[in-house]
């Protein structure tokens, strides 16, 4: 699982459009789940192996934060993956 943007360590504000994708998932339908500072701001039902969620960062305290994205395969398998950023609104 990687999310290619944005990139770790970046400054964000406004809405940021996250990219995430999965390899080696079950086929069929998967559950994204996006996360910023521990709150969901976005999720996703979708059978492919790519989403692009919007994160509005005004619902995020300015300052450091990790981002998250979680998926569930329709086999119950779950991958996750974090990285930092930080919100500068």
């Given at each position: 699982?990687?999310?290619?943007?944005p990139s770790s360590?970046?400054?964000?504000?406004?809405?940021?459009?996250?990219?995430?994708?999965?390899?080696?998932?079950?086929?069929?339908?998967?559950?994204?789940?996006?996360?910023?500072?521990?709150?969901?701001?976005?999720?996703a039902n979708d059978?492919?192996?790519?989403?692009?969620?919007?994160?509005?960062?005004?619902?995020?305290?300015?300052?450091?934060?990790?981002?998250?994205?979680?998926?569930?395969?329709?086999?119950?398998?779950?991958?996750s993956i974090s990285?930092?950023?930080?919100?500068?609104?």
């Amino acid at each position: 699982m990687v999310i290619t943007s944005p990139s770790s360590g970046v400054t964000v504000s406004g809405t940021v459009w996250v990219n995430i994708w999965v390899e080696r998932a079950a086929a069929g339908a998967k559950v994204f789940t996006l996360s910023a500072g521990g709150a969901t701001v976005g999720s996703a039902n979708d059978p492919g192996v790519h989403v692009t969620l919007p994160w509005n960062t005004a619902a995020t305290p300015n300052g450091a934060t990790t981002l998250s994205a979680t998926v569930q395969d329709a086999s119950g398998a779950t991958a996750s993956i974090s990285l930092p950023v930080t919100v500068g609104n």
